[in-house]
């Protein structure tokens, strides 16, 4: 419990000393403009670097669809995924890319699911 008093007074102490120091005016009559803060200041380039590099992807990246493509189950093809595809009961089935496979044309590979996806 003591070294619980003793660092409690010396932070006190600390923050009496910073307190004061702050308000201590400079010389009378001169007021200086405050000082641009460093993270202000325009970023150094590094040696080497161009202005503007954009990564390059190699291969481009293919354009996905949202539609479900020929090599979906017959009931989802030519669907948009997320949309109905049965019901049986209170349960509602929608085509959905479960396991995140593609067709060869770039379109999604759907299934008619219900239930949590794998």
Same mark, same amino acid.
Not at 13 to 20: K, P, S
Not at 41 to 60: I, M, R, T, V, W
Not at 69 to 87: F, L, M, N
């Given at each position: 419990?003591?070294? $619980?008093?003793? #660092? ?8 009496? @000393?910073?307190?004061?120091?702050? !308000? =201590?005016?400079?010389?009378? @009559? =001169? #007021? ?12 150094? *380039?590094?040696? !080497? ?19 479900? !493509? ?7 093809? @030519? $669907? ?5 595809? *049965?019901?049986? @009961?209170? $349960?509602?089935?929608?085509? #959905? ?22």
């Amino acid at each position: 419990m003591k070294h $619980r008093s003793i #660092l409690l007074i010396f932070a006190c102490l600390l923050l009496m @000393g910073t307190l004061a120091s702050a !308000g =201590t005016p400079e010389q009378a @009559g =001169t #007021l200086k403009p405050p000082a641009e803060p460093s993270f202000l200041a325009p970023a150094q *380039k590094s040696p !080497g670097c161009s202005d503007s590099e954009l990564p390059s992807f190699n291969p481009a990246p293919m354009q996905k669809t949202s539609l479900c !493509g020929p090599c979906s189950e017959s009931i989802c093809v @030519g $669907r948009t995924s997320g949309s109905v595809c *049965k019901t049986v @009961g209170t $349960r509602i089935y929608k085509c #959905l890319n479960v396991y995140a496979n593609f067709c060869s044309d770039g379109s999604w590979e759907c299934q008619c699911w219900n239930g949590p996806i794998p």
